[in-house]
């Protein structure tokens, strides 16, 4: 059990790893379309996973409740959301092609801000799966090994193109490319550190399973809607992003269903 769980935290660090690593492979820097399309892909993807890997379980945790069986998953959902309305408003950080920083005024470079926006998505993404792992240890008969594996890997799938998204431009602003797939390999290590605290956490108040579940829901949803969304579309009018949402989403239903 303790290797799979190990396994299954580092799954999406090691996702966002080697997408950073694309900076070793490919000589230009990332067209801005293929941003768009690997953007809407990874919001599919943290949709699909929010409502089935984690919503969905959160309810059923909390079926004892009968028709007030969706209050849990409510409160935790708000509660993750404005938990990331917080970050997002005393984080300094810069969206890619934005020129705005977001947060609080400050001086840090622009590099660092544009690694500070990826983390902050990140932080919800480590949670989910530390949440599910922790209910998969307790025996909860809801939660699946197959499931908890489905959700790591959906997450490490989306986390590819999401690293090579944050080195690639930043090799292309001159950056170096050690340093540049440096950047991108931390801008992801804050989600087995977020996994690890949430299994903790979670093992402690057991009872709140389901708010915890629906907590970490209510924040990758944040980040789609305030983030992800946005870049997958700006600019030129273009389809491609909805297009990939429809197949990140399609393809995290599908591990879902298939291994869950």
């Known amino acids: 059990m303790t290797e799979t769980v190990l396994l299954e935290s580092l799954l999406p660090f090691l996702g966002t790893s080697l997408g950073a690593g694309c900076v070793f492979f490919l000589k230009r820097g990332m067209d801005l379309m293929l941003q768009r399309a690997l953007t809407g892909f990874a919001a599919g993807v943290m949709v699909a996973a929010s409502v089935w890997s984690l919503l969905v379980p959160a309810m059923e945790q909390a079926e004892s409740m009968g028709r007030w069986a969706f209050l849990p998953a409510v409160i935790g959902f708000w509660l993750g959301v404005l938990f ?3 970050l997002d408003r005393t984080i300094p950080h810069l969206h890619q092609n934005s020129t705005q920083p977001e947060g609080p005024h ?8 544009l690694v500070l926006a990826v983390t902050l998505h990140n932080i919800p993404e480590g949670m989910a799966v530390g949440v599910v792992l922790a209910g998969w240890m307790a025996g909860n008969s809801g939660i699946t090994a197959a499931g908890t594996l489905a959700l790591s890997l959906g997450i490490a799938l989306q986390n590819f193109p999401e690293g090579a998204i944050i080195s690639m431009p930043l090799q292309a602003e001159g950056m170096g490319k050690g340093h540049a797939f440096l950047y991108g390999v931390l801008s992801g290590i804050v989600e087995p550190l977020a996994a690890v605290l949430t299994m903790l956490a979670a093992g402690l108040i057991l009872p709140a ?12 949803i944040y980040v789609v809607v305030e983030e992800l969304i946005p870049e997958s579309s700006a600019g030129e009018h273009s389809d491609l ?11 995290m239903l599908a591990l879902d269903v298939a291994l869950g």
């Open 84 to 86: 990331l309305l917080v």
């Open 106 to 113: 400050t001086r840090l470079k622009r590099t660092t801000m």
């Open 209 to 220: 399973l389901p708010y915890l579940l629906s907590f970490a829901a209510g924040a990758m």
């Open 241 to 251: 992003g909805t297009l990939f949402f429809a197949a990140g989403f399609a393809l």
